[in-house]
């Protein structure tokens, strides 16, 4: 054992190193590996080589990314294939699968968490680049493409570089409406889509200690968006109070054990970060994005950028090519943007607090464009309905749907129309992301509330004056 | 996988900034079998797009493109190895930019196609350089990780072991293997180290 200090980044890499070779690569062993339809690739390169997985019982199956979320009974045979064919590999491999049917069933950021297969500590792998999510147990959790996943799933695991390690702090507290969908926006301004690349990122700080394991989800979900390879937060009592009793963490006396090797899993006092960036909680307001990568976000009180008052020139041409796709002008008040639907969901949020704190804008409203709620898991889907919360999206004129990834990517064919503008709690703004020639603006699920009710991207603080939340 | 050692082609200048995953290829497309070729997809609501720098991609002067060029951040986004794939079956071997998204660049690597770092004046550079608008040929030559345009010289940067990777044609799980033996002596150390770590399988299977 090194008596240096380390981070918790370096602390989770030394106990996964099977091996380092001479050229720097270690083979890292792999604790969780999560599966979804896309995964058909790999098992198709298992099958190539006429061999078995390693660790079946290591793999999780969920079906999230094609599943209908409306008329299950009237499936597609296109997306129906999709999702036979998870059950089928899963089924000739022996692996344990959240299936259409099951009630475990969700996106697997979500579902997969909440069964407490998430743990502290634990390196977790997923062919989806939003398992950084996992992050927020203290967990080492990255996504990976299909060789990769084929490669875990033949030997369980990985060969990986280690990466530089960045430490963001945010100080303070957060002003009363803002949560962790407006830190991570904010924090991806600042730095830039790419401004991570090749860094794991530690979020920690007051402000993060303060945030509930859903907030945490939240903010180590978009790391990826900062080209962060991965986000963690240190582990503390609101990640052991979640984890007890969950159906897959340790029990009794293997869950205090676990706990006391977990309360290790700190960056000790002086380890060295490649490096760090501050944030001040009171510095951030609701944030939207207003073009076509995460790091067009601004403060909600802000007008649309100008691209003549661009850095450099390649800037300019893409914040206009990004006004021109989005329809918008430059100098405009953010909040003049009016919307055609709002989408709450996704694996960023689309959790029992995501769905409350849009309930709590929306209730006694009507929404005054159409919008579709997918809560995260059949199980978030049960929680809401015993708090009535699906009444409240209902009464606002707003469709309460089945789980899955549903129009944040709209594979299963929930779809914003071409040239429509959507407000949506999802994480890509990307050109076509919700369906070719749709407009993505990305905030928090209480502004996405607020922005269905007024039409318009709203500050959502004027609409919560005089509410509990 | 094929060695990638020298490219010599027309280079295809795509002055994009941000080309995400779901750029290089829309979600739609991604239900199709790999066998059926995925060179098609490639970027294909920007090459549809009116004035889209990627319209380039069908300008016969780049028909036989095996190098492309862009700005910062290529590949960001999702983890979908699909875009490689769609890189690959339109036959680009070698993409050019200042920075990629990690998840793409590792998926490149797996599939023979170079993630080859440039600094951002050099991709400028390059992006309005007479030569390659006019579809003229380029060379790139791995082991000396040299860009060779008409008289100029670029040096790039790619990691060294994706380079050896990429040289050799190297895969993973032959090698990975060969440590089977370091794997379950890890696994056995690491059960008394950390019997917390495996799934509770005998738990309740309650509603989460």
Redesign the interface.
């Known amino acids: 054992m090194s008596a240096a200090p380390r981070t918790i980044i370096d602390k989770i890499w030394d ?1 996964h190193v ?2 380092t070779r001479e ?3 270690s ?1 890292l ?1 792999i ?2 590996h999560l599966l979804h339809e ?1 995964s058909f ?1 790999a098992f ?1 390169q298992v099958r190539k ?1 006429g061999t078995r997985l390693a660790r079946p ?2 793999t999780f199956g969920v079906a999230d990314h ?1 599943v209908p979320t409306r008329h299950r009974e009237a499936i597609q045979p ?1 997306i129906r ?2 999702v036979d064919q998870l059950k089928d590999n899963t089924q000739a491999h022996g692996i344990t699968l959240f299936g259409l049917d099951d ?2 069933q969700g996106i697997v950021h979500v ?1 997969v968490p ?4 998430t ?1 502290p ?2 390196t977790i792998v997923c ?3 939003h398992t950084s999510t996992h992050g927020a147990f203290g967990a080492y959790a990255f ?6 996943v ?2 875990v799933m ?4 990985l ?1 990986q ?1 280690r990466p530089k390690r960045m430490r963001v702090r945010v100080e303070g507290a957060l002003s009363p409406g803002t949560s962790a969908k407006d830190i991570a926006l904010s924090f991806i301004a600042k730095i ?3 401004g991570a ?2 860094h794991a990122i530690e979020y920690d700080g007051p402000v993060i200690r303060a945030l509930s394991m859903e907030g945490r989800l939240t903010l180590c979900n978009l790391s ?1 968006e900062s ?1 962060g ?1 991965l986000g963690l937060v240190a582990p503390d009592d609101v990640t052991f109070a979640y984890l007890k009793d ?6 009794g006396a ?2 205090e ?2 706990i006391l ?1 977990w309360r290790a899993l700190v960056s000790d006092q002086g380890a060295a970060f490649d490096r760090e960036i501050i944030l001040h909680g009171a510095e951030i307001a609701p944030v939207v994005t207003w073009g ?2 995460p ?1 067009h976000a601004l403060p909600i009180d802000a007008v649309v950028p100008d691209p003549a008052r661009a850095a450099d ?3 300019e ?2 914040w206009r ?1 990004a006004l021109t796709y989005m329809g918008l002008a430059p100098g405009m008040k953010l909040t003049d943007i009016r919307i055609d639907r709002v989408f709450i969901g996704s694996c960023t949020n689309s959790r029992i607090e995501d769905l409350r704190s849009a309930a709590a804008v929306l209730a006694g409203r009507r929404a005054t464009v159409p919008g579709l709620v997918s809560p995260g ?3 978030v889907k ?1 929680q809401a309905e015993e708090e009535g919360l699906d009444r409240i999206f209902r009464d606002a004129g707003l469709e309460w749907a089945d789980s899955g990834c549903s129009m944040c ?3 299963n064919g929930d779809l914003v129309p071409s040239g429509e503008r959507c407000a949506s709690t999802t994480n ?1 703004n ?4 919700q369906g ?1 020639g749709a407009r993505t603006h990305l905030m928090s699920p209480a502004m996405v509330a607020a922005a269905a009710v007024t039409g318009h991207l709203t500050d959502m603080r004027a609409l919560l004056a005089g509410r509990t939340v | 996988m094929t060695p990638l050692t020298k490219v010599e082609s027309a280079a295809i200048p795509l002055a994009l900034a941000n080309v995400d995953t779901d750029q290089l290829i829309p979600a739609r497309f991604m239900k199709r079998p790999r066998g059926d070729g995925y060179g098609s997809f490639l970027l294909h609501d920007l090459r549809a797009e009116a004035g889209n720098e990627a319209a380039k991609l069908d300008d016969p002067l780049f028909q036989n493109a095996e190098i492309l060029i862009a700005r910062r951040n290529f590949g960001s986004g999702s983890s979908r190895e699909a875009a490689v794939y769609a890189l690959a079956d339109f036959g680009i071997r070698c993409v050019f930019a200042p920075s990629f998204g990690d998840i793409f660049a590792s998926n490149a690597v797996k599939n023979g196609v170079l993630p080859a770092q440039l600094a951002e004046g050099d991709i400028e550079t390059l992006l309005t350089d007479g030569l390659i608008a006019q579809g003229g040929a380029v060379r790139v030559d791995l082991s000396d990780q040299m860009l060779h345009c008409g008289n100029r010289v670029f040096h790039f940067d790619i990691d060294p072991v994706w380079k050896k990777q990429l040289l050799n044609g190297w895969d993973d799980i032959d090698m990975t293997r060969s440590y089977q033996n370091a794997i379950e002596a890890f696994v056995e150390g690491d059960r008394v180290k950390r019997p917390w770590a495996e799934p509770d399988r005998d738990g309740p299977v309650a509603s989460g």
């Open positions: 106990a099977i091996a050229d720097g690569q083979l062993y604790d969780r896309g690739h198709d080589r019982d290591l094609y296109e294939r999709m009630p475990r579902t909440a069964q407490g297969l743990l500590g634990l062919g989806d680049s996504g990976i493409g299909a060789s990769e084929a490669h033949m030997t369980q695991t060969w570089k830039g889509a790419d690349r090749g990826i080209g390879r969950r159906p897959y963490a340790p029990k293997a869950f054990r676990a090797d076509v990568s790091e020139a390649a800037q041409e893409a090519d898991s059949a199980a049960r990517v709209g594979m890509r990307f050109k076509g992301r070719q």
